[in-house]
C-alpha cells in the first residue's frame, strides 16, 4: 500500500506567483478530496473528484484556485497570484465508492508558506 | 451547511485515566461520523468511525457514542498512555465518500 502521495512536500513562494501541488491517490480510489488545514484548526473542505470529473468546490475555493484530475488518476491544485492568507497546509485524500463505510486516507500534505 | 462543534479545545490527562471528547453536528442529513487523530507534522489518520444507525461502537481502548436526535457523538479513550497525545479531530459527512466537515479539534495530553 503506497497510500496517498502529495509533492512537493513544502513550498516557499513569493506573494503573487503562481504555485502548483500534485496529489497521487491510492490507485484503486476513484475519489479523491483537497482540503486546506490552517495552525490550531481542522481541514476545510476545498474540492473533489470522482474519476476526472469535479462534484464541488467549496466556496473557499476563489477563482484563484483552479483544481483539475484530467485523466481521473492524479490531481493537481493551482494557486494563482499567491496571498499571505493562502499559507496553510493543503492536504489531498482519496477514498473508493461503494457499498460500506470507505473513509478517506490522507497524505502527508504540502505546507506553503508565501512571503 | 453542515458545522461541527467540538469540545473541549484542550486536554490534559494522566496515564491511564479516561479522555472524552465531545462534538456536536448541525445537519440531518449527516450519517456517517469519522473521529481522526493528527500527530505534530503528520498527516489526519482514522481512528474509528461510526454509522447513524448505530449507537455505539468499540475498538480496543477506543469508543464512539452517537445520538443521532440530540445531534450529539463521543469519543471515549480508557487507560491513556503517553502515544495518545495528539490533536484529535471529530468530523461528519453525508456518506463516508463525501466530503467531510471537521470539528476545530482537540488537543489531548497524556501525563506519564
Known amino acids: 500500500d503506497t497510500g496517498v502521495s502529495q509533492d512537493p512536500r513544502h513550498k516557499i513562494t513569493k506573494r503573487g506567483q503562481n504555485v502548483t501541488f500534485r496529489c497521487d491517490p491510492i490507485?484503486?480510489?476513484?475519489?479523491l478530496y483537497w482540503y486546506r488545514q490552517t495552525l490550531g484548526q481542522g481541514p476545510e473542505f476545498l474540492t473533489y473528484?470522482?474519476?476526472?470529473?469535479?462534484?464541488?468546490k467549496s466556496r473557499l475555493l476563489s477563482d484563484r484556485f483552479s483544481a483539475e484530475r484530467p485523466k481521473g488518476s492524479f490531481s493537481t491544485l493551482e494557486i494563482q497570484r499567491t496571498e499571505q492568507g493562502d499559507s496553510a497546509m493543503y492536504l489531498c485524500?482519496?477514498?473508493?465508492?461503494?457499498?460500506?463505510?470507505?473513509?478517506?486516507?490522507f497524505g502527508d500534505g504540502t505546507r506553503l508558506s508565501i512571503l | 451547511g453542515e458545522n461541527v462543534e467540538q469540545h473541549p479545545s484542550t486536554l490534559s490527562v494522566q496515564e491511564g485515566d479516561s479522555a472524552v471528547i465531545k462534538c456536536t453536528y448541525s445537519?440531518?442529513?449527516?450519517?456517517?461520523f469519522p473521529w481522526y487523530k493528527q500527530e505534530l507534522g503528520k498527516r489526519p489518520q482514522l481512528i474509528i468511525d461510526?454509522?447513524?444507525?448505530?449507537g455505539e461502537k468499540k475498538d480496543q481502548r477506543i469508543a464512539v457514542t452517537l445520538n443521532k436526535t440530540a445531534k450529539h457523538f463521543s469519543l471515549h479513550i480508557t487507560e491513556t498512555q503517553p502515544e495518545d497525545s495528539a490533536v484529535y479531530f471529530c468530523?461528519?459527512?453525508?456518506?463516508?465518500?463525501?466530503?467531510?466537515?471537521f470539528g476545530p479539534g482537540t488537543s489531548l495530553s497524556v501525563i506519564p
Open positions: 485524500a482519496s477514498s473508493p465508492t461503494g457499498s460500506g463505510d470507505q473513509p478517506q486516507h
Open positions: 445537519d440531518s442529513a449527516s450519517n456517517y
Open positions: 461510526i454509522r447513524s444507525n448505530v
Open positions: 490507485s484503486e480510489h476513484n475519489r
Open positions: 473528484f470522482q474519476n476526472e470529473a469535479q462534484l464541488e
Open positions: 468530523a461528519a459527512s453525508e456518506t463516508s465518500y463525501d466530503k467531510v466537515i
